[in-house]
């Protein structure tokens, strides 16, 4: 049972992540919200696994926080390399005229 609150947890702190990163356009919005999730379940079974127990606080706040630093790295780097991409595509359609692709 304490998997399925971790997990909610996770999937709540990635939807957060998603208002809160800049970029937010470029992603998309349930993005974040299962990154969170799927971190806080890998982490609490590790967690557990490693033999903490699901009734101690810091398997709570590990879960927790890492899901969302987790859910907030994928975010900035998914944002910054659609941002490039787009900026690219962009410089070889007004250079070449046509987008990529067609001829």
Do not use: N
Not at 65 to 72: C, I, M, R, Y
């Amino acid at each position: 049972m304490e998997l399925l609150f971790a997990v909610l947890g996770g999937v709540l702190l990635g939807a957060v992540v998603h208002v809160v990163v800049p970029l937010r356009g470029s992603r998309g919005t349930l993005l974040t919200a299962a990154v969170g999730g799927i971190a806080a379940a890998v982490l609490w079974e590790a967690l557990t696994w490693a033999g903490w127990s699901p009734g101690a606080t810091w398997i709570w706040v590990v879960a927790l926080l890492g899901s969302g630093l987790v859910a907030a790295a994928v975010a900035w780097l998914l944002g910054r390399r659609r941002d490039a991409a787009d900026t690219a595509h962009y410089e070889r359609v007004v250079r070449d005229g046509r987008p990529a692709g067609q001829r």
